[in-house]
C-alpha cells in the first residue's frame, strides 16, 4: 500500500519525531511505501540525519504535494493527517476527483482524557464523500 503522511511541525522534534517513526515503522515492519510531506524539513532532517530516501520512505517539502496537482505520480491509498493539520487544497482537490478515494486518518496527540475512547476510530462524516477516521492514542485498552 501507499501511504502519504502529512506533518506540519509545531513543536520542533516531538510533531517530527513521531511521523518520522509512524513513516519508519510502516516501511520497515509492514513493507509499505511512505511519502512523508513537511513544513519544515530542516528540522524533520536534524532527526532523520539529513536522509531524505529511505527504502520505502520518500521525504518531501509541503509543497511537493501539489505542485503537480494534474498529473500526480502516484495517488495513495491512506493519507495520514497528523495533529490536525489540514490538506493542501490542490492536493484535496486531486484527490476528490480521483476514481481511487483515499482513507483520510486524523493522527491526534497522545491523551489520557477519559472520552478519547469513545471517539477513537470513529468516522467523520465530511462534504467530500471520503472516509476520514480519527486516531486518538490513548491508554484504555
Given at each position: 500500500?501507499?501511504?502519504?503522511?502529512?506533518?506540519?511541525?509545531?513543536?520542533?522534534?516531538?510533531?517530527?519525531?513521531?511521523?518520522?517513526?509512524?513513516?519508519?515503522?510502516?516501511?520497515?515492519?509492514?513493507?509499505?511505501?511512505?511519502?512523508?510531506?513537511?513544513?519544515?524539513?530542516?528540522?524533520?532532517?536534524?532527526?532523520?540525519?539529513?536522509?531524505?530516501?529511505?527504502?520505502?520512505?520518500?521525504?518531501?517539502?509541503?509543497?511537493?504535494?501539489?505542485?503537480?496537482a494534474?498529473?500526480?505520480?502516484?495517488?495513495?491509498?491512506?493519507?495520514?493527517?497528523?495533529?490536525?493539520?489540514e490538506?493542501?487544497?490542490?492536493?484535496?482537490?486531486?484527490?476528490?476527483?480521483?476514481?481511487?478515494?483515499?482513507?483520510?486518518?486524523?493522527?491526534?496527540?497522545?491523551?489520557?482524557?477519559?472520552?478519547?475512547?469513545?471517539?477513537?476510530?470513529?468516522?467523520?462524516?465530511?462534504?467530500?464523500?471520503?472516509?476520514?477516521?480519527?486516531?486518538?492514542?490513548?491508554?484504555?485498552a
Open positions: 500500500m501507499r501511504w502519504d503522511i502529512f506533518c506540519q511541525i509545531i513543536d520542533n522534534y516531538g510533531d517530527a519525531g513521531i511521523c518520522w517513526r509512524l513513516a519508519r515503522s510502516l516501511a520497515t515492519q509492514y513493507d509499505q511505501n511512505i511519502r512523508l510531506f513537511c513544513d519544515d524539513l530542516p528540522t524533520l532532517q536534524l532527526i532523520t540525519m539529513g536522509q531524505s530516501h529511505l527504502k520505502g520512505i520518500e521525504i518531501l517539502p509541503w509543497e511537493a504535494s501539489y505542485q503537480n494534474r498529473h500526480p505520480p502516484e495517488l495513495p491509498d491512506v493519507v495520514i493527517l497528523a495533529f490536525s493539520c490538506l493542501p487544497t490542490r492536493y484535496l482537490n486531486t484527490i476528490l476527483v480521483a476514481p481511487h478515494k483515499p482513507i483520510l486518518i486524523h493522527l491526534e496527540y497522545l491523551s489520557a482524557e477519559p472520552w478519547v475512547a469513545d471517539f477513537h476510530g470513529k468516522a467523520s462524516p465530511n462534504t467530500h464523500g471520503l472516509q476520514k477516521y480519527f486516531f486518538f492514542p490513548g491508554f484504555q
